[in-house]
């Protein structure tokens, strides 16, 4: 078993015009940045990106934003970029919002072969338009359906030949969600390492869900809003 | 009349030992510096963090290490780190003790508005359907009007809502008041404010109970 690819070059190649991308991260925490690089090299248009956030301005997906690449995009908040906002109001770009949780909740069940599900999220406000209500325990909850990619694209700390990855700190996120709900699942990671390496007992992603693996070239990983506190003297 | 930093202060008395709270971004957030003595509290930040801490020190910032609202945070001996779907099973499942969020709008009925000006303003709404669409204990950190002096306790929101009849308290410049039978309750006076100028600043129906007490910061 050898999932291992060189570049994000080979790692994206079949992404094609009009296709459904899921993309990991959340703000600029473990998004996959290598690949979103390629994205913008490669010109696909007319994307449809899922993902929890647009990037801001001049990085993450504001790249494939300003390059007007994306005609949808399916997200929880978009608050930090400026030009994506700008592009909704005009009617530029067709925009899907959905609350956070059942975002990730239905990139889970599009990769779990659960079609649909009730929440209660969104009931009485405009996210239940046209969905069916059902009460459970006297509680109203909407059906909300399941989320699939042609490709998802995740970033990981460190992965396997196998596929198998670990996450660190937040950049976790949406990252194993989507890692599971698309047909052709991409990973960049920050390191490749043998197999056996990671411990099975850890492993966050076991590689069945993988198909592409490679190790990015370079990784800002830009911080959004520094905040630090001084040292005591 | 409080200022942010005192309505952060009165919402930390509402905190019990044992908690897990989620704080919302803006004034919530600043609940966590006023968690009383004594207390041991846990903060839920919905990207996955159980037992968030302080800031980081200065050069000790990680851009894989952050909050809800984008900053740079660290993780407390004894907490977690876990996926989104993962976190708002904790939400969605009732495992938060607290919530607190910040508002445009509150109806008198407890519905709140908080994402969205159509036209004019799309950031999204984030965790927040899920959080006031499952929590018990919806706290609202908010100015009591807004910055053109208009009310923002209102008879009907008239913005998107967020949430139906979910909020319990609401917290404010002014005054602290529980939503109950489709009213605000006066519950407490911010320092030096009257009865009076609580009632002229709320446009939803406003009960007033026998004696106000003033609130003790």
């Known amino acids: ?233 | 009349m409080l200022d942010k930093i005192g309505i952060a202060k009165r919402i930390a008395q509402e905190l019990n030992d044992g908690w897990y709270v989620n704080l919302g971004i803006g004034i919530p957030t600043l609940v966590a510096n006023y968690v009383p003595k004594g207390l041991n509290v846990e903060f839920q930040s919905e990207n996955g963090i159980l037992g968030m801490g302080a800031f980081p020190y200065e050069g000790e910032e990680d851009a894989d290490y952050i909050n809800a609202g984008k900053q740079t945070v660290t993780i407390l001996p004894g907490g977690s780190i876990f996926d989104s779907a993962t976190s708002f099973a904790m939400i969605r499942g009732q495992h938060i003790q607290m919530t607190v969020l910040g508002a445009m709008e509150v109806a008198e009925n407890g519905d709140i508005a908080n994402w969205k000006i159509p036209g004019k303003m799309v950031k999204g709404m984030g965790g927040a359907m899920d959080l006031v669409a499952s929590a018990d204990n919806i706290i609202v950190a908010m100015m009591h009007t807004n910055k053109r002096g208009k009310s923002k306790l209102l008879k009907r929101c008239s913005l998107p809502l967020t949430g139906v009849a979910c909020v319990r308290r609401i917290v404010t410049n002014m005054a602290v008041l529980d939503i109950k039978d489709g009213a605000f309750v006066l519950v407490e006076r911010a320092p030096g404010v009257s009865v009076e100028e609580i009632q002229n600043a709320t446009e939803g129906k406003l009960v007033v109970e026998g004696e106000v007490p003033e609130m003790k910061l």
């Open chain 1, 1 to 233: 078993m050898n999932k291992i690819v060189n570049t994000a070059t080979e790692a994206t190649k079949g992404i094609q015009d009009g296709m459904t991308i899921m993309l990991g991260g959340f703000g600029l925490c473990g998004i996959p940045e290598n690949c979103i690089a390629e994205l913008v090299k490669m010109c696909v248009k007319d994307l449809t990106c899922i993902s929890n956030n647009a990037g801001v301005d001049d990085f993450g997906l504001g790249l494939l934003l300003q390059k007007k690449q994306i005609r949808k995009m399916i997200s929880s908040y978009v608050g930090e970029n400026d030009e994506f906002e700008r592009q909704m109001l005009s009617g530029e770009l067709e925009v899907d919002l959905i609350p956070q949780g059942s975002l990730a909740s239905r990139c889970q069940a599009g990769g779990a072969g659960v079609p649909a599900f009730y929440t209660p999220a969104g009931f009485g406000t405009e996210v239940a338009h046209g969905k069916e209500v059902r009460y459970f325990n006297g509680k109203p909850h909407i059906l909300e359906s399941a989320l699939t990619a042609d490709f998802a694209i995740v970033k990981a700390w460190k992965g396997d030949r196998y596929g198998n990855l670990v996450y660190k700190g937040t950049a976790r996120n949406f990252n194993p969600l989507m890692a599971m709900a698309g047909k052709i699942t991409i990973a960049e990671v920050e390191e490749i390492v043998e197999p056996g390496e990671l411990d099975p007992n850890f492993v966050h992603t076991p590689g069945i869900f993988i198909q592409r693996i490679f190790q990015g070239d370079t990784f800002e990983k830009r911080i959004e809003q520094r905040t630090v506190r001084q040292k005591e003297s």
